[in-house]
Nanobody, 123 residues
Framework: VQLQASGGGLAQAGGSLTLSCASS????????MGWFRQAPGKEREFVAA????????YYADSVKGRFTISRDYGKSVVYLQMTSLKPEDTATYFC?????????????????WGQGTKVTVSS
């Protein structure tokens, strides 16, 4: 399974960006998928995840109410809509495929990872 993340870039605080993660195989359609991020000098952290059915969804407290994860089965794409961006959202964002249909918050539960897309939020 290959994952291609895109949509990163530069945004101002309070702005919005939408990340996309395209999967090369439909095997991911039976698995939960998630987004993680890693800021310079920090550990990778969980951002959001969605089950194979599209619900339930899980969010980190730091992004709850501002980010929305969704998936398009027809296109095998998972999205992360990010609004009300803050400078502390600056990081490289990675999408990943969970080993199971129900999502997890732990990175160790994910078996495939994309290459990452960089998001920079200026104040």
């Amino acid at each position: 399974v290959q994952l291609q993340a895109s949509g990163g870039g530069l945004a101002q605080a309070g702005g919005s960006l939408t990340l996309s993660c395209a999967s090369s195989k439909r095997t991911s359609s039976n698995n939960a998928m998630g987004w993680f991020r890693q800021a310079p000098g920090k550990e990778r952290e969980f951002v959001a995840a969605v089950s194979w059915r599209g619900s339930p969804t899980y969010y980190a407290d730091s992004v709850k109410g501002r980010f929305t994860i969704s998936r398009d089965y027809g296109k095998s794409v998972v999205y992360l809509q990010m609004t009300s961006l803050k400078p502390e959202d600056t990081a490289t964002y990675f999408c990943a495929v969970d080993r199971r249909p129900i999502p997890h918050r732990e990175a160790s539960e994910y078996q495939y990872w994309g290459q990452g897309t960089k998001v920079t939020v200026s104040s």
